[in-house]
C-alpha cells in the first residue's frame, strides 16, 4: 500500500505575513519558458527547512517538492539575485522599523573559519584557528545585520580578504563612514582604506593587561551575528561545494531571521 503524504507545518515554514513580504521578490516570472508548475511558496519552505535542519538534499522531507525542483530554484535565485535582493529588502525593512534610515552609516568587519564537508572551490588550513576549511567574513551594521558576506579558503588572512571586502563596501554602501574591526585587519589595511576608500576603518584593540575573554567595544555587535547564525545547522560546517552556495546559505539564515524580526514586531531576541 503507498503511503500518502499530507503536507503538515514546520517551524521553519513562512506565515501568510512573511510570504506576503517575499512574494514579490521570488515570485516574478519571466516571459519565457513552460508555465510554472510548482508552488514557490513551498520551495522557499523546503530552502529554509534545510537551512535550518542542515539537511542533504534529497532528505527534505516528502511534503515537500522534490528536492530537485527545490535545488533548480536555490540555484535559479542565487544567479539571478534574488537572495541578495530579499536580504536587502528586509534589512531596510528592519532598519526603518528601528527608526534607523535605510541605509547604515556605520558597520562591524570580523571572520569566522568554519570546517568543511568534502570537497569544495575554496579550502584551506587557519595556522591560528586550528581549523582547515573555509572562511566567512562578515560585514554587518550597528543592528547586527548582514551587509557583505566573502567566503575564501581559511588560509586567506583577515587583512587580504578584507582588502576585497572594503573596496566593494567603498561602492556598494556610499553612506558608510566608519567601520570597526579586530587587530586582525591592523597595518597595511588600514592605510589602504585611508588611501582609497571613502570611510574609515577603525581598529577595536583589547584593553592593555587585559587578561582572558572581555566584551570588546563595537565588535560583540558582528559576534553576537555570528552567534544568531549558529542556530541554522546548515552553517555548523561548510557543507557547500562552491563559495555562492556558502555565501547564499548564510544570507537565507539571515532572510529567516529579519522576517520574523517584521513579522513579530521587531523583537530583540532574533528566532530562527
Known amino acids: 500500500m503507498s503511503t500518502i503524504y499530507r503536507h503538515r507545518s514546520y517551524p521553519t515554514d513562512l506565515t501568510d505575513a512573511e510570504w506576503i513580504i517575499i512574494a514579490p521578490l521570488v515570485a516574478k516570472k519571466s516571459s519565457l519558458g513552460r508555465k510554472r508548475t510548482v508552488d514557490l ?3 522557499v519552505n523546503a530552502i529554509l527547512y534545510l537551512n535550518k535542519t542542515g539537511c542533504q538534499w534529497e532528505m527534505l522531507p516528502h511534503d515537500f517538492p522534490d528536492y530537485r525542483h527545490v535545488n533548480y530554484y536555490y540555484l535559479l535565485w542565487i544567479r539571478t539575485g534574488v537572495w541578495e535582493n530579499v536580504l536587502t529588502t528586509l534589512r531596510r525593512a528592519v532598519r526603518v522599523a528601528e527608526g534607523k534610515d535605510t541605509e547604515p552609516t556605520a558597520a562591524l568587519m570580523d571572520s569566522q ?20 576549511g573555509t572562511k566567512r567574513h562578515m560585514v554587518v551594521d550597528t543592528l547586527g545585520l ?3 558576506v566573502l567566503v575564501t579558503s581559511a588560509s586567506v588572512q583577515d587583512r587580504d580578504g578584507g582588502v576585497e571586502i572594503c573596496d566593494t563596501i567603498d561602492q556598494q554602501f556610499p553612506s558608510i563612514k566608519k567601520i570597526w574591526a579586530d587587530s586582525a585587519y591592523r597595518g597595511e589595511l588600514v592605510e589602504y582604506v585611508a588611501t582609497w576608500c571613502h570611510y574609515v576603518l577603525e581598529i577595536v584593540k583589547k584593553v592593555p593587561g587585559q587578561r582572558g575573554f572581555q566584551i570588546q567595544p563595537k565588535r560583540w555587535i558582528v559576534e553576537r551575528t555570528f552567534g544568531w547564525l549558529s542556530a541554522a545547522r546548515r552553517l555548523s560546517k561548510d557543507y557547500e561545494y562552491t563559495v555562492q552556495s556558502s555565501e547564499s546559505m548564510i544570507k537565507i539564515a539571515c532572510i529567516r531571521m529579519m522576517l520574523r524580526r517584521v513579522t513579530n514586531r521587531l523583537n530583540t531576541q532574533p528566532n530562527f
Open 146 to 148: 548582514l551587509l557583505y
Open 41 to 43: 511558496r513551498s520551495i
Open 113 to 132: 573559519s568554519v570546517k568543511t564537508v568534502g570537497s569544495g572551490e575554496e579550502r584551506g588550513f587557519d595556522p591560528h584557528k586550528k581549523v582547515k
